[in-house]
């Protein structure tokens, strides 16, 4: 129970722009007497994108390696996959997502959106014909399911919709339509980074600035937030 208070202390404080959070919750993780393999791994994802904010990529890509390694859970793999993304390294994120199974029909959502994007034009030379011709599989798929959503007023996949709308379907206007009924749903570092990147796609300053306003009042201080792909001023 000690740890996982720490955690979340250490976690809030890292979002909030304490650059010695990463540091503290590293050090009692590594002194701890002994794991077991799901708290190992629990930490791990918590460890990963703190040590992200604290300009660490490299220690942020052991501790996602840790987190999805044997037995990982989808959260963590969805974790990695979109920060592989980020860099632009599509052939290891379609490797780590086609090995948990993403291009499967009962695949979640997530999954199969970020497959499709590892698959996707922006790729380039490391997309294979074989690739294009899953993507389109997936695209069809995804488009289905939120068809089915709509006719329910399903509202919950709205920051996968707007990551499709951005980045499959090209039209930021919608994008950023979605990410904002997102952002109002739900406020993590994730769904923010999503608002920046379809504002800066949109070209609307008037979105970055409100969604400064509302990161502001939370105290929030990311680094990675206005970083995302897209979203650099």
């Given at each position: 129970p000690g740890v996982l208070a720490l955690a979340c202390r250490e976690?809030?404080?890292?979002?909030?722009?304490?650059?010695?959070?990463?540091?503290?919750?590293?050090?009692?993780?590594?002194?701890?007497?002994?794991?077991?393999?799901?708290?190992a791994r629990w930490l791990d994802i918590v460890l990963a994108p703190m040590a992200e904010r604290a300009g660490?990529?490299?220690?942020?890509?052991?501790?996602?390696r840790n987190a999805t390694a044997a037995g990982a859970d989808l959260f963590a793999?969805?974790?990695?996959?979109?920060?592989?993304?980020?860099?632009?390294?599509?052939?290891d994120a379609r490797a780590l997502l086609?090995?948990?199974?993403?291009?499967?029909?009962?695949?979640?959502?997530?999954?199969?959106?970020?497959?499709a994007i590892a698959c996707g034009d922006e790729a380039g030379a490391g997309r294979?014909?074989?690739?294009?011709?899953?993507?389109?599989?997936?695209?069809?798929?995804?488009r289905a399911r939120f068809d089915e959503a709509d006719a329910r007023g399903d509202r919950v996949h709205d920051r996968e919709r707007a990551l499709f709308a951005l980045v499959?379907?090209?039209d930021p206007a919608?994008?950023?339509?979605?990410?904002?009924?997102?952002w109002a749903q739900q406020r993590e570092p994730a769904d923010a980074r999503l608002l920046a990147r379809c504002a800066r796609a949109?070209?609307?300053?008037?979105?970055?600035?409100?969604?400064?306003?509302?990161?502001?009042?939370?105290?929030?201080?990311?680094?990675?937030?206005?970083?995302?792909?897209?979203?650099?001023p």
């Open positions: 976690d809030i404080a890292s979002m909030r722009g304490d650059g010695d959070a990463y540091r503290r919750l590293r050090q009692a993780a590594d002194a701890m007497p002994a794991r077991d393999a799901m708290l660490d990529r490299q220690a942020a890509e052991g501790h996602f793999v969805a974790q990695y996959a979109d920060w592989l993304l980020d860099a632009r390294r599509f052939g086609q090995a948990h199974g993403a291009a499967d029909e009962s695949a979640p959502d997530n999954l199969l959106l970020l497959l294979t014909d074989a690739c294009a011709g899953d993507r389109a599989v997936l695209v069809s798929r995804l499959i379907d090209r919608r994008a950023l339509a979605l990410a904002r009924s997102n949109a070209g609307n300053a008037q979105a970055i600035a409100l969604l400064q306003r509302d990161l502001g009042a939370q105290r929030i201080d990311d680094p990675t937030i206005m970083a995302a792909p897209g979203a650099r």
